[in-house]
């Protein structure tokens, strides 16, 4: 018996130590002989496991950042299409707008991947600067002969190609700035004095230097951004559906007062009543998007950018999809709105701490409601406000400040957890 273990454990010496019949399997450690014991696993998580050939699970961050980079491509692409006349006619070129927003969107994409860098939460460090410089921006830009007037409207502060639109860095500043105080003030939240009222005193005089501009778009966004994040704060809905209806009716009195907008808001009612007066810009866009039926009329083939639409490149640049790329493309164009707002929520729920989250969600709120109100007005369910498609339009700081903002979005998204908080939590161990 001696001499036969003897040889099997030479011979088991000599073989490789990977062979399944040399395999040494452990002995049990129980504490009884003959005690079954369960060894926990070293590796991965179940959930954490993939099938083979399967891709592995992307991202929020990743997500968000192909949808983003999606909606760039695309919408140079509608505003290389929609431009060569204007382009020729402002600048003798037919390629020098694609060009301006070519070189815009490599200034938004390096913005985006710098603020995607910066710890969001440094954020809440300059939360008071934030807010008072760009409400001293807003007051210069009402100064004569310091901001820029363009179509009627001062928005602008700068010179030549550089010029930067306050209103546009404002609602930036009062996401952070909401996000921060219902952070601090967790616990008050259900306070009016303690959390509304600063809230929609930024949100009250930064409007009205906005709507001095004019610019009502832009204060309707300013509106989304605070009433999405007090909602999502924890603030009880009486408050925010009282001031939110004050809100509609001084919306309505401040433009029913003056005639031009007045005119404006009215004739969405009826575009086809004053087509040839205010309703003329709704008109000629329905019949661009009716134009195109389901397929469109072949990208560059659209015929109402050709002097017909007025701001076919900027505000109206929707138009220009349905007609040229059919409702495939517009619905397409929707979607992908959808999805980043999707995702945008997802890393709300997922960030590590509450400013996170509420920030989070006045970013993506910003981006959802500005896409919403422009396709309002471009198929005509709502008033012209003049503001931009997000990502689409052609523009420069509204372009730069909004991939900006999407980068501070990515740096919250890099930071989420597996799960939700309620899935997270650990329950008590009873013995």
């Known amino acids: 018996m001696a001499d036969r273990s003897s040889s099997a454990r030479s ?11 040399t395999a040494v399997r452990p002995r049990p450690t129980g504490r009884a002989s003959g005690a079954r014991t369960t060894r926990r696993p070293t590796g991965p998580t179940p959930t954490a496991t993939r099938r083979p050939g399967f891709p592995a699970r992307l991202g929020t961050a990743s997500v968000i950042a192909l949808l983003v980079g999606v909606l760039c491509a695309f919408g140079l692409i509608m505003v290389g299409s929609s431009s060569p006349l204007i382009s020729l006619k402002l600048y003798g070129s037919p390629w020098s707008i694609f060009i301006r927003q070519t070189m815009w969107m490599g200034v938004g994409g390096a913005a985006l991947l710098v603020f995607s860098r910066v710890d969001y939460r ?3 460090k300059i939360r008071g600067p934030l807010v008072v410089v760009t409400m001293g921006l807003l007051v210069a830009v009402l100064v004569p002969h310091l901001g820029v ?10 010179f030549g190609m550089f010029q930067i639109q306050p209103s546009e860095l404002m609602k930036l500043a009062l996401a952070v700035f909401a996000a921060d105080l219902l952070t601090r003030r967790a616990d008050r939240s259900s306070d009016p004095k303690m959390v509304i009222v600063p809230v929609l005193a930024v949100l009250g005089i930064s409007g009205i230097l906005i709507l001095k501009q ?6 309707l966004v300013l509106s989304c951004i605070a009433f999405g994040i007090l909602f999502m704060g924890g603030v009880p809905m009486g408050p925010i559906l009282k001031i939110l209806g004050t ?3 001084l919306a309505v009195v401040v433009g029913l007062a003056d005639p031009y907008r007045r005119d404006r808001i009215l004739s969405f009612l009826n575009p086809g009543a004053n087509r040839s007066g205010t309703g003329y810009q709704v008109w000629q866009s329905l019949i661009g998007l009716g134009s195109g039926h389901v397929f469109g009329l072949g990208l560059g083939g659209g015929r109402e950018k050709w002097g017909t639409l007025p701001n076919a490149h900027t505000d109206f640049i ?11 493309g517009a619905v397409v164009l929707l979607l ?23 920030l989070a969600v006045g970013i993506t709120t910003w981006v959802t409601s500005q896409a919403v109100i422009n396709i309002g007005a471009v ?3 709502l008033p012209v406000t003049g503001i931009p498609l997000p990502f689409i339009s052609f523009g420069g700081s509204s372009l730069i400040i909004t991939m900006a903002a999407v980068g501070i979005l990515l740096n919250i998204a890099t930071h989420e957890r597996s799960a939700p908080v309620a899935s997270t939590r650990r329950r008590p161990n009873h013995r």
């Open 11 to 21: 011979v088991t010496r000599g073989r490789h130590p990977s062979s399944p019949a």
């Open 122 to 124: 440094k954020w809440r």
């Open 149 to 158: 007037t363009a179509g009627g409207s001062s928005r602008w502060i700068g």
């Open 214 to 219: 004019p610019d009502m778009g832009t204060a």
């Open 247 to 249: 809100f509609a009716v």
């Open 318 to 328: 929707f138009s220009v999809v349905g007609e040229e790329l059919g409702l495939v």
């Open 336 to 358: 992908l709105f959808f999805a980043l707002a999707w995702y945008g929520l997802r890393a709300a729920t997922r960030a590590p701490d509450r400013f996170g989250s509420l």
């Open 379 to 381: 198929i005509g369910v």
